[in-house]
């Protein structure tokens, strides 16, 4: 096996170095009914480095990759274009097959590069702190509820209609069992009044912006309306690049900002794995879940970094640290900062802009075509449009000519009967204008 | 008149009329290494005897304050939030953690005395 | 003559190398040799770009009046500005590729590169989670094929495949756990935990609304099954146990203990986080587990990354099968078809709930099977084998001038050291490990597991060849021997010949600086 450097003649000369006759001596505390013979596995045996390729990549040829069609699926993750330096950067030996940074003085790569994308999140989000990301956008955002659950020590949180649904399931799934979690009714294209419902019990409100139909939603209202209560807002953006465009959460008041990365740095990998961007406010520092890098100085006063604030971890708080989490997501983060550096200020509100042109050319394209009806009036680079018929069977027969047109609405919210007709499109700087002509010319005819 | 008894949790808590101080001990302090955090309560909140009610954190250990005998904290050392470091530097003086209307003074006299836990530490 | 006459110095014995350049001398750069020090990206940004974006200009219609008024703040470099940067900064960085990393509990074993070359296949790594399922049926195979290893290799007849990382497993293990108690219509709330266990254990079941009872060890290293027995009751909804354990044993009682968890009403959640000292060689199905999360990052060598992405798939027996969380993946007329929604699951399931959104963490899937179909069976049995034997070799090789705290009996895949051999040397832990450093080597697993005062814990893995043990081994022996001796200098204040020497880390928790701010001077000047 060409992975295990041991040879028989190691082998032998271990055991005799152990004082043990064989290999199973060494397992003689399992008791002797629980070791199986190789035959109990139903499984192939070895093979060499060829096959294997051979047998992956026969699957991988099965699938249709977004760069292989006009392709335009968003609700949650985005097809972007990712600098080549980015991916050679993240495969050097160095970065790739480190651990957790604990021992600061052979970690700093690891570190500083943290620290750097802590900076980077704060600025982009336009809060105070950041950490050093969670596993992906929607456990972000579960971990923001039960951490305004911590801080207002209330139970009920308030999830918008416009938050992606998987995110809405997650919150559900792990927040539920310290609240009730109330979800507003979904009104696709418009926003809902989610302000009526904050109360004294209210532990906080959920929102994203641009939401999962792509409709830009103003927060201010809603963090003034929270604060007015002592309730909390938590902003969630699972499409990152619109920040280059948009009003940061920090700046329309949110308290905590739960986040999807993947747009920038990282590529679909079919849902993951992704980076949980998550920040706060300063105040609610030693409320924040996940890992934190800080800077400091080391013994000859010269400026190194470190992971800090561990106290709030598993590792030392046990049941009662801040979360059971116990990893970031390093080298999905480190995707992410490189490709935030070479973008740069300049380059990430170019990006930004062409985004929005390129959705709005085809949002103009789409709603020429009759009786399709856009649905989302103010919207980053994804916006909905109501189709004259069931959207799910018009994806599949599009898919079946090449074209991967969208996310039927109901594909998320499969009782929803009016996301029936809905489909949610995302334009990307990757989209060109054949794309456009290939979407509209297979839609007109599916119609 | 004042007198300093002391926990097995290694808390110190000291008397003076009505009114009650308490600390962790030096041997607590040194154990925990660079003290960097502390949570104090709330003036007015109610504890039991041995029940949560600070917390000290250093940069690799968090424990747990108890309060060594019933009572209502009327002052917190607030001065210990932007300076840690008293706790190692001053654990039986300045590095106080709040005060406590103790409600039951029999749960006072019930803990070791300086000697008493000496000895508990040589027996550790 | 002619060209090239003008000889250069080229012997090092005299003159030439001159006088001996002591290392307390600071260079002109503050750069040493290779050894570059780097400043921060926002310190090097000077307004340059990376990337070639065309500058289009957009109305503000369709923006609903949001649009960002200020700058954000980002430093702008070109890209051979960003390379050198990212470059500098890993050469500051250990590595499984550069050395042996002997973190106990960690599993740093060898990550193969046709690893990352299969997820980054486009068909993968370019895939949409939500893209139409008749053009996914490839990566919905891939996910089929690596739940039949899973379950094949543990005995277990379903599998949970989102959570995205081992205390994510965790925490999906006791929600089903919850699940199923509540379908039985009970309410059980204590969760028994090994004082040697993970603190994510504990941490999880906190998490999971669950309230924790800790249960002691035994001398030998082992969980007190008396004592463990003795806290069963009514209102024990599980135990969480690690096999083979913290201290890098195995828990013989284990079936034992199952049979008597099952009989007070209880479920077995088993830590796989050392699954990789018997994968391939004992089924934890047939142990009499309930649950168990599988680190794929650690027993299936997906790579660490400096700290993730992991993943945590979660193995289920027979009574907790139906309460996975959704999606779930079934066969169907048409092929491979993801269940999203509850309400669509088939007949018996019950899904508790959702994990994440969408459907796991698919780059470390297609990494973990490629590891599965390299090694085969046989491979994967063998390196199990390798892994123990080689920490046994440790440990035998080490046990006259370390202290072993349980015994002479073997250990599993790690071995497990405390300070007493340390004992009136003034060395601590802490130095012993950092002076493996300035050796060249990364320091074992310290201080953890808790039950062993000043814990060293050793997990070599498979990957390591029975020179470079050797060589460790020596390195250690030495150290060790003149700890025991009272040479003391190459620990006071080890490591110095790192990037940096140890860190203020109390500093740096006192007044916590968590992100750059720009030199308030400078930008007024500006």
Not at chain 3, 64 to 87: M, Q, T
Not at chain 3, 444 to 454: A, D, I, N
């Amino acid at each position: 096996m060409r992975y295990l450097p041991l040879t028989t003649d190691d082998r032998r000369a271990m055991l005799a170095k152990i004082g043990a006759p064989d290999v199973d001596a060494l397992f003689r505390d399992v008791p002797n009914s629980a070791v199986v013979p190789l035959s109990a596995f139903n499984l192939p045996d070895t093979q060499g480095e060829m096959e294997v390729d051979r047998g992956m990549s026969k699957m991988a040829a099965r699938n249709v990759a977004a760069g292989a069609a006009p392709f335009f699926c968003g609700a949650g993750a985005y097809k972007h274009h990712v600098p080549s330096a980015v991916d050679h950067l993240i495969q050097r030996s160095e970065f790739l097959t480190s651990y957790t940074p604990y021992q600061p003085e052979i970690a700093q790569g690891t570190l500083q590069y943290l620290f750097e994308f802590q900076t980077q999140v704060a600025l982009l989000t336009g809060m105070e702190v950041a950490n050093a990301s969670l596993y992906d956008g929607s456990t972000a955002t579960a971990e923001a509820v039960l951490m305004a659950q911590r801080i207002t020590k209330r139970g009920k949180a308030i999830l918008s209609g416009g938050l992606h649904p998987h995110y809405a399931e997650t919150v559900e799934t792990v927040a539920g069992l310290f609240g009730p979690v109330e979800r507003t009714k979904v009104t696709p294209g418009s926003a809902e009044d989610i302000i009526a419902l904050i109360d004294e019990q209210t532990a906080c409100v959920v929102v994203q912006s641009p939401d999962v139909f792509g409709l830009i939603r103003n927060l201010r209202p809603i963090a003034e309306a929270a604060h007015a209560k002592g309730a909390l807002l938590i902003a969630v953006v699972t499409e990152i690049v619109s920040l280059g465009l948009l009003e940061p959460p920090g700046a329309q008041g949110a308290d905590i900002v739960a986040a999807e990365g993947q747009s920038i740095g990282n590529g679909l990998n079919f849902g993951g794995p992704y980076v949980g961007l998550f920040a706060t406010r300063e105040k609610f520092l030693r409320q924040m879940p996940g890992r934190l890098c800080g800077e400091t100085v080391d013994a000859e006063g010269r400026r190194g970094f470190v992971l800090t604030l561990s106290t709030r971890e598993q590792h030392i708080r046990r049941e009662k640290a801040t979360s059971n989490i116990c990893t970031n997501s390093g080298l999905c983060t480190l995707a992410f900062t490189i490709h935030l550096s070479l973008l740069g200020e300049d380059g990430l509100t170019r990006l930004a802009r062409l985004n929005h042109a390129k959705a709005s050319a085809l949002a103009d394209k789409l709603a020429a075509l009759p009786g399709v009806e856009l649905v989302t009036g103010a919207f980053f680079n994804e916006f909905t449009v109501k189709l004259p018929k069931a959207a799910a069977p018009v994806v599949d027969a599009l898919a079946k000519k090449g074209v991967i047109a969208g996310v039927p609405a109901s594909r998320l919210l499969p009782r929803e009967k009016s996301a029936e007709g809905l489909l949610i499109l995302a334009a990307t700087e990757t989209n060109t204008d054949e794309d456009f002509d290939a979407l509209v010319a297979a839609l007109k005819e599916a119609i | 008149m004042s007198e300093v008894r002391y926990t097995d949790q290694h808390e110190w808590i000291r008397l003076d009329g009505d009114e009650a101080t308490v600390g962790i001990t030096k041997y607590a302090a040194e154990s925990l290494g660079d003290v960097v955090f502390v949570e104090l309560p709330a003036s007015g909140k109610a504890v039991a005897a041995g029940g949560e009610a600070a917390v000290v954190e250093s940069v690799k250990a968090a424990s747990d304050i108890y309060a060594p005998a019933g009572g209502t904290v009327t002052l917190a050392n607030s001065a210990l939030e932007s300076a840690p470091s008293k706790v190692n530097e001053d654990p039986e003086g300045e590095g106080w953690f709040f005060k406590l209307k103790l409600s039951n003074k029999d749960e006072f006299a019930k803990l070791m005395d300086a000697a008493a836990y000496a000895k508990f530490l040589e027996s550790l | 003559m002619s060209m090239n006459n003008q000889g250069r110095p080229s012997s090092i014995d005299k003159g030439s190398a001159g006088e001996a350049f002591p290392a307390s001398i600071a260079t002109i750069s503050g750069d040493r040799g290779l050894d570059h020090e780097e400043a921060l990206i926002f310190e090097l940004g000077h307004g340059a770009t990376g990337v070639d974006l065309p500058d289009v200009q957009i109305s503000e219609a369709r923006l609903g009046g949001s649009r960002r008024s200020g700058a954000i703040g980002l430093p702008g470099l070109s890209e051979p500005e960003v390379i050198r940067h990212y470059v500098r900064l890993s050469r500051k960085n250990y590595a499984i590729d550069s050395g042996l990393y002997p973190l106990g509990s960690c599993t740093m074993k060898h990550n193969p590169r046709l690893n990352e070359k299969m997820a980054r296949l486009p068909g993968f790594g370019d895939l949409h989670p939500l893209a139409p399922q008749s053009t996914t049926q490839g990566a919905l195979e891939v996910i089929s094929a690596l739940m039949n290893w899973l379950t094949t290799l543990t005995g277990m007849p379903a599998v949970a495949m989102s959570p995205k990382a081992g205390a994510h497993g965790e925490l999906c293990g006791l929600l089903a756990i919850r699940a199923a108690i509540a379908a039985r219509g009970e309410n059980r709330k204590r969760i028994l935990v090994p004082e040697s266990a993970h603190g994510t254990n504990p941490a999880t079941a906190a998490f999971a609304g669950f309230t924790v009872d800790e249960v002691p060890a035994k001398p030998n290293g082992r969980v007190d099954a008396e004592a463990l027995k003795a806290k069963l009751g009514p209102d024990v909804a599980a135990i969480m146990l690690t096999n083979p354990n913290t201290c890098g044993l195995f828990e013989g009682e284990i079936v034992d203990i199952a049979k008597a968890v099952h009989e007070a009403g209880a479920y077995f959640y088993c830590d796989g986080a050392n699954f990789n000292a018997i994968a391939g060689k004992v089924r934890p199905g047939d142990l009499g587990i309930d649950a168990m999360h599988i680190n794929l990052h650690k027993t299936f060598s997906t790579p660490h990354g400096g700290g993730g992405p992991g993943a945590g798939p979660v193995v289920l027996s027979e009574r907790l099968a139906a309460y996975a969380p959704i999606p779930l993946l079934v066969a169907s007329a048409d092929g491979l078809r993801l269940i999203e929604d509850a309400a669509d699951a088939p007949e018996g399931a019950r899904p508790f709930g959702r994990m994440c959104a969408f459907h796991g963490q698919m780059g470390m899937f297609t990494r973990a099977l490629t590891y599965m179909l390299s090694h085969g069976r046989d491979g994967v049995r063998q390196a199990s084998e390798d892994a123990v034997l080689s920490a046994n070799y440790i440990l035998a090789s080490l046990k006259d001038v370390m202290s072993a705290p349980f015994g002479d009996g073997p250990c599993m895949h790690e071995a497990l050291f405390d300070d007493s051999f340390l004992e009136g040397t003034g060395v601590t832990t802490l130095d012993f490990a950092k002076a493996m450093i300035d050796e060249g080597y990364h320091p074992m697993t310290m201080y953890f597991p808790l039950v062993v005062h000043g814990a060293m814990l050793i997990e070599p893995t498979e990957s390591e060849s029975k020179h470079s043990l050797d060589r460790f081994i020596h390195v250690l022996h030495t150290l060790a021997t003149e700890a025991k001796a009272k040479k003391t200098e190459r620990f006071a204040g080890a490591p110095h010949l790192a990037p940096r020497r140890r860190l203020d880390e109390t500093a740096a928790a006192r007044k916590p600086v968590l992100r750059w701010k720009p030199d308030p001077l400078k930008a007024a000047a500006e």
